[in-house]
């Protein structure tokens, strides 16, 4: 008896994402994959399970109704949340009771919120993950009136919460050289480092457009590249000399211009910029970039260690009345 | 411009993938270098290497820098660049040659008349010459599935346009700089839309998800109206594979 989450209403663009697809880029196929992966980890420690799959709320959440008690988990972007009327603190977990109706609003900062559920959803897996890769037609946008399986819940507390590991939307990016770093000019290398980029509207999980203060980054030899490989994190300067930066669902190769890659680190502040948002680069070594790595995959190892009972606040009213699917009491804020 | 002397070259792509050059530009010789390396990567994989792939005249190596590092494995690909002339190895084992019927023009494939006339030639005579061609998946790339095709006649060294055509449908088959793309996905395209196949070159569900492979020849015969439609009416996309030899 695992039940089932019933979509009543969605956001444009609500999909299950979990770590993605790798292995075929030699296919086509970029490994996709929820856009903050950071989220992702955090949300399947506050529930105490393995890293899976989880729904990515894309600047706007829904409304849910489960048809049994269900452990939910809230991450990523902050956005109001509620159970029948009750709020629902953000970047904690809490027992969604059967029948009873979740809503979440619209992101408050950032863009990407995930909502994680205890045993995760039973979907059917393609090419080995069972999250959307919607560029490349795997899975699809869900809408109201979807139902997602759920898979059992081994059980656990509720009521806990988390301090995020920190990272914001926007800010200053550290970005690696890449293929054609040195075929830019080093004064316009140099002005990249120096400009402040605004996220433009235009952006999905394969990329962001950036707008810059001052002149464009175009290069005149840009339209006689060779089509080769690109990864998530790659800056493409397209004709126009406003960069892109590249997320998990981008193509696989390319022929514009890099100026450079964001490191992995860093991506999750990209997908997190929000519409108007403030972007800088700075260029780093890569014994930098590989400290960076290194730090934040420490961070994600000790989620599960900085997790701790909410303690009872006004603004939760009673949700920690029916917290306790396995006995937690209330105990110290974490923050 | 052949600065061949500079290749085979390796360079950093990110923090975790390292891209093993053969040349700057299309040739044949590169791009069965970057075919026969990669295979021989898949061969004997280095610990720590996470992936590979290829694009038209390069290797890409993706692998994992905290259980690897990048030099320690850039020294490895440079020993196994140093065992052969890899521009003098064949194609891959397991070859196919695909056929595609392929309407050329009319409302379904509007840019036609205008890739013609850039190649200098009669609508007629370009469907024969593209419909005459032989030509091979040099990579697969961009989208799931997704070929560049190559070479074509001389006469087909046509620019991209400036502006891009906004959608092309899956299955189109579009022209370029002497190649061809067919499309697995709807995308916005530079290159023009002068064929439209059944094509599905990616089916997530099936078991064989892939339609090509690098390596395979593909034509693209002509078909007329009726024949297209009645193919789609049937739910059939026409294609054939068999072995190439």
Known sequence: ?335 | MTAETAFPRIDPVGLDGLLVRFADSLSERANRAALAFRAALERETPEGVEECATSLVSAFVRFDPLALAPDVLERRLSDLLGTRDWYAEELPEGRRRVTIPTLYGTDLAPQLAEAAEAAGLSEDAAIRSLSEAEVRVTTIGFAPGQPYLGTLPECWDIPRQTALTPKVPVGALVVAIRQLVLFSVTTPTGWRHVGQTHARLFRPEADAPFLLRPGDAVRFPAVDRAAFEAMREAGGDGITVEPFT
Not at chain 1, 29 to 35: T, Y
């Open chain 1, 1 to 335: 008896m695992s039940g089932a989450l019933e979509v009543l209403q969605a956001g444009p663009g609500l999909s299950l994402q979990d770590a993605g697809r790798p292995g075929w880029l030699a296919q086509g196929l970029s490994r996709g994959g929820a856009a903050d992966r950071v989220a992702l980890a955090e949300g399947a420690a506050l529930l105490g399970q393995a890293s899976g799959v989880a729904l990515e709320l894309a600047g706007m959440g829904g409304r849910f109704r489960a048809t049994r008690d269900l452990r939910i988990a809230l991450t990523g972007a902050r956005m109001a949340a509620s159970v029948d009327g009750r709020t629902l603190r953000w970047n904690a977990c809490w027992l969604l009771p059967a029948g009873e109706t979740l809503e979440i609003g619209a992101a408050q900062d950032g863009v990407y919120g995930y909502l994680t559920v205890g045993g995760g959803f039973d979907q059917p897996e393609v090419l080995g993950a069972q999250g959307a890769h919607l560029a490349a037609g795997i899975g699809r946008v869900l809408a109201a009136g979807d139902r997602l399986a759920l898979g059992q819940d081994a059980g656990g507390a509720t009521g806990l919460g988390l301090d995020p590991v920190a990272r914001s939307g926007g800010g200053t990016l550290r970005v690696l050289p890449s293929l054609q770093t040195e075929v830019f000019p080093e004064d316009m290398r140099a002005r990249f480092c120096t400009e402040t980029f605004r996220r433009d509207a235009r952006g999905n999980r394969m990329g962001v457009r950036l707008v810059p203060e001052g002149a464009g980054f175009g290069l005149d030899a840009g339209g006689r590249i060779l089509s080769e490989v690109i990864v998530p994190g790659d800056i493409q300067i397209p004709g126009d000399g406003a960069p892109y930066v590249l997320l998990s669902e981008c193509q696989t190769t390319g022929g514009y211009p890099r100026i450079g890659t964001v490191i992995p680190a860093d991506l999750p502040h990209v997908a997190q910029a929000a519409p108007g948002a403030e972007i800088r680069f700075r260029f780093v070594t890569r014994d930098e970039a590989l400290a960076a790595e290194r730090g934040l995959r420490d961070a994600l190892n000790r989620l599960p260690k900085r997790i701790a009972p909410l303690v009872r606040d006004p603004k939760d009213i009673n949700l920690l009345d029916h917290d306790l699917v396995s006995g937690v009491t209330d105990g110290e804020v974490t923050r």
